[in-house]
């Protein structure tokens, strides 16, 4: 590239720019800025990393830098609604305070006695270059003793007799090194098991330790005294088993509520043995309900040997209404909105059961001189009752109570090609354990009618079954469901997390073995209720990761592999069953269904892209950066495609399969507001597999070039 006079003008202006908004223009006279902390450590650091350390430093740096640099263009000097609003969205340059140094110093060495590092030193060294200044902490470890016998000494009795039973859990043992971090771990550990087993007004507080470690031996005296470390020993008492004593529940009026609902989804009862597990279990019962803002479970001692339980339940929303709406553009001039409306009504007929009522749609319009458009309405509606219908509540007793869903949906598609209708009834389970979710369907059904076909679409659709199958009249019905388990459950997870998701399909195998009743059609194809049938199976796992690399910067992974086969009375796969890529959350450099199946250039038969396959393989990759306020910025990566299973029948063909793998990336901006994050993506096609195989690989002169790369609009993260 030839380099001119104004190329260096214009850099020359951005450096005295940037230079002029330097991360301590706005500090006070006689001000430092604090730019970094280090910890090094002075000889071995005997098991120690800055890890370990850096979050005791009294005084933290700004990681944010893009942030500090927005602080930065405002005019100190100035107190007006500009300067006010980058002061807001900023993040201030972080003063300098030497005074908090030698506190510093004192935190670090208590935490490492904590850690098992006894009588460790830790110095502090300042370093400033203009008005920035780094401080260095220099620590010394102090000496680590391994403990090499434990003396257990505990009340007698019915006590005596448990703690027997617990010996086998208690985390330090013999040979490990002796810490207070240690310790209190397990005097946490301990005390909850014997709450657990009815000790109510036992705590950590009732365990004692002491290290001998003055003879030839470092020997753990392990305690537990019938008084705790906050009393005195006069104060002692034996350490009985609790029960339950009277039991009571009460609710908002506001929320009309069945009391046997209520009685059901209770477990703690009269007499029951006291435990911890149990009021914990409870509280998660009701707030499965979601039907409570607040639930508070409350033991209160009674008697020497009983507590009694009392339940409130606060009041909540119980109606709503929500509003998706997602949209998407490319070169092309293919413009696409997707709108969402549904209501709510949590405790339809008073015993915490969901209604939930939506409507949907998809429009797409191609601008220009083809100027078509397809349309898609649809509406939902679904009741989840909370129990699992044929089984009685009160003998589930798990922190989760499944709830039957029963749930219809209706589809209308206008294309320029054709108009289906669709229409989905199911019926199945749902629940979760932690953070483990399920749906099951034993029955699900969808039929699918179609006419207004096109005459150059039918011409098409005779030339090709496998679309053709998809466009006749026909019914789906079979089994269904997904597991799901996730690390972290916010709607926004905010830092590490992981998650794995499994889909499952089988279709039309219990109509199979009714087939000698069934009629046949002019074709010798079986039919219910004058319908052609799907045979198939299909399944898709999706995995993902988040890593942390800093507290404003993750790297997120996405794997995705789906394979669906027909089989007996069919030749295909459903159309609404098959795969594929491309929008707002897969291969982000195409538009929904634009890509695939592998190699194949878009089919002419269709106006608007639909491209599918029998098999899908897909990997994300994505780096997410905390820039300023609550502005993020993404930077990703995306290789996958849809397949045929006709095409990867051999090893050559695999090899072929291989090459047809597209590869895009992209960068976006999001606004992240914790309850919901908007996002912006602009992917960019780099190797596109249904070109001649020389020029497969997309070079930046066609980036903004029809077809080149995608716009989407999307609510979430992608994964």
């Not at 301590?24 to 970094?36: C, F, I, N, Q, S």
């Not at 389970?429 to 009618?449: C, E, H, I, S, W």
Request: aromatic residues 14%; proline residues 4%.
């Amino acid at each position: 590239m030839k380099v001119r006079p104004a190329h260096i003008v214009t850099l020359a202006l951005l450096a005295g720019f940037l230079v002029s908004c330097s991360t301590t223009r706005v500090l006070p006279e006689g001000k430092y800025r604090l730019a970094a902390n280090k910890v090094a450590f002075d000889g071995d650091p005997n098991g120690l990393s800055s890890s370990d350390v850096t979050s005791y430093i009294k005084q933290q740096t700004s990681n944010a830098w893009l942030s500090l640099w927005m602080y930065n263009l405002s005019d100190p000097s100035k107190d007006d609604w500009l300067n006010n609003s980058i002061r807001k969205v900023g993040t201030p340059p972080v003063v300098f305070n030497g005074n908090l140094l030698g506190s510093s110093c004192e935190n670090i060495a208590r935490h490492l006695d904590y850690l098992g590092y006894y009588n460790s030193t830790v110095s502090a060294k300042v370093d400033t270059v203009k008005r920035n200044v780094k401080v260095t902490y220099t620590v010394v470890p102090g000496r680590r003793s391994r403990i090499d016998s434990l003396v257990f000494k505990v009340p007698e009795g019915e006590f005596f007799q448990d703690f027997s039973e617990d010996m086998k859990n208690v985390s330090v043992k013999p040979g490990d090194w002796l810490s207070e971090k240690a310790l209190e771990k397990e005097s946490e550990r301990g005390a909850a098991f014997f709450r657990n087993r009815g000790y109510y007004d036992l705590t950590k507080f009732n365990y004692f330790f002491e290290a001998d470690t003055l003879g030839p031996r470092n020997v753990l005296n392990y305690e537990i005294r019938e008084y705790s470390r906050k009393e005195a020993e006069t104060n002692a008492s034996p350490l009985v088993k609790y029960h339950i004593g009277k039991v009571d529940i009460s609710h908002s009026k506001s929320v009309p509520f069945r009391e046997s609902v209520l009685r059901s989804t209770n477990i703690i009862k009269p007499g029951d043995l006291y435990s911890e597990e149990l009021a914990r279990v409870n509280y998660n019962r009701f707030s499965a309900l979601r039907l409570f803002n607040n639930v508070a479970i409350e033991m209160t001692p009674s008697d020497s040997a009983k507590v009694d339980c009392h339940i409130t339940l606060g009041q909540s929303k119980l109606k709503g209404i929500k509003v998706n709406l997602e949209a998407s553009t490319n070169a092309n001039m293919l413009f696409g909105i997707s709108p969402a409306v549904s209501f709510y009504n949590k405790n339809i007929f008073n015993g915490g059961e969901w209604l939930s009522l939506g409507f949907s749609g998809n429009f797409q319009r191609q601008f220009g001189d083809a100027n078509v458009q397809a349309n898609e309405f649809g509406v939902n509606g679904s009741l989840s009752i909370p129990r699992f219908l044929g089984l009685p509540t009160r003998l589930i007793k798990g922190a989760s109570i499944p709830r039957t869903v029963i749930q219809g949906s209706f589809n209308f598609q206008d294309r320029p090609e054709f108009r289906r209708y669709i229409i989905n009834a199911s019926y199945g389970y749902t629940g979760n354990a932690d953070k483990f979710y399920y749906q099951l369907y034993p029955f699900r059904t969808t039929v699918v009618k179609a006419d207004k076909i096109s005459e150059d679409f039918l011409w098409t659709l005779l030339s090709n079954y496998a679309i053709l199958s998809s466009f006749l009249d026909h019914i789906d019905a079979g089994v269904g469901g997904q597991f799901y388990w996730t690390s972290d459950t916010s709607v926004i997870p905010a830092g590490r997390y992981s998650f794995a998701r499994f889909y499952f399909d089988a279709s039309g195998n219990v109509i199979s073995l009714f087939n000698p009743l069934l009629k046949e059609n002019e074709y010798g194809r079986k039919q219910l209720f004058g319908l052609d049938y799907d045979q198939y199976v299909r399944a898709e796992v999706n995995l993902g990761h988040c890593f942390c690399l800093s507290p404003s910067t993750k790297l997120a992974m996405n794997l995705v592999a789906g394979v669906g086969y027909a089989y007996g009375v069919s030749d295909y796969l459903p159309y609404e069953k098959a795969f594929y890529v491309g929008g707002a959350n897969s291969m982000r450099g195409w538009q929904v269904r634009s890509l695939g199946p592998g190699a194949d250039p878009l089919m002419d038969i269709f106006t608007i892209p639909s491209q599918t396959g029998d098999t899908k393989v897909e990997f994300d990759l994505e780096l997410r950066q905390k820039l300023f306020w609550k502005v993020e910025a993404a930077l990703f990566a995306e290789a996958g495609n849809v397949w045929d299973l006709t095409g990867i029948s051999s090893y050559e063909n695999m090899l072929k399969w291989a090459e047809t793998i597209a590869l895009d990336w992209g960068i976006g901006v999001r606004l992240n507001l914790n309850f919901i994050l908007l996002r912006v993506d602009w992917g960019i096609k780099m190797y596109e597999p249904c070109r001649d195989a020389g020029a497969r690989w997309v070079q930046p002169s066609e980036w903004f070039n029809s077809n080149g790369s995608s716009l989407h609009f999307g609510v979430g993260y992608p994964f």
